[in-house]
């Protein structure tokens, strides 16, 4: 401290800084790097730590004793899961088979063959619709690792449906 009227002046303790305005040590504020924030100035003698903050989509703040913000990586839009947060880096699912990304890019949800994982966050694997002739419906979309099969029912009597076979004929 160093108030009026003293005879020397004392530097503050580690973790303070002298506020100037009036002549007392203050403790140095702590950037909330839960929230993606930074010390981009250092704590010093005489000046409070000055606090950046990451903005994702753009950047997040890689570790929290970081001096600085990371770049976020760039996904294309389909292969994006879970996108970039303050704190978290996107994730690019390039696995097509991969229905959602784990924060580690390594891991995913891979469902059975004839079982899609549905998007909204869902994470249990759901049976995919079949489409059967026998009631005169037909796959109009196959299901995917993230959507169902889309099916058409043929309206009688304007529509019937038609069984195409893959056999040929031999001479």
Known sequence: DCR???AQCSACAQGYFLEMATHTCSLCSQCDAAQGAYAAVPCAATRNTVCGTCSPPQQYLAEPTAAACSNC???PTSQLHPPCTA???SVCCTDPHCANCSAEATQ????AAAFFLPGGGASLCTACSVCEAASGSYTVAPCTATSDAVCHTCVPPQQ???ELSNSSNSS
């Open 108 to 111: 995913c949800t891979v469902c």
């Open 4 to 6: 009026a009227g003293a």
């Open 73 to 75: 990586t760039m996904c």
């Open 87 to 89: 704190t978290t880096d």
């Open 160 to 162: 019937y449906l038609v």
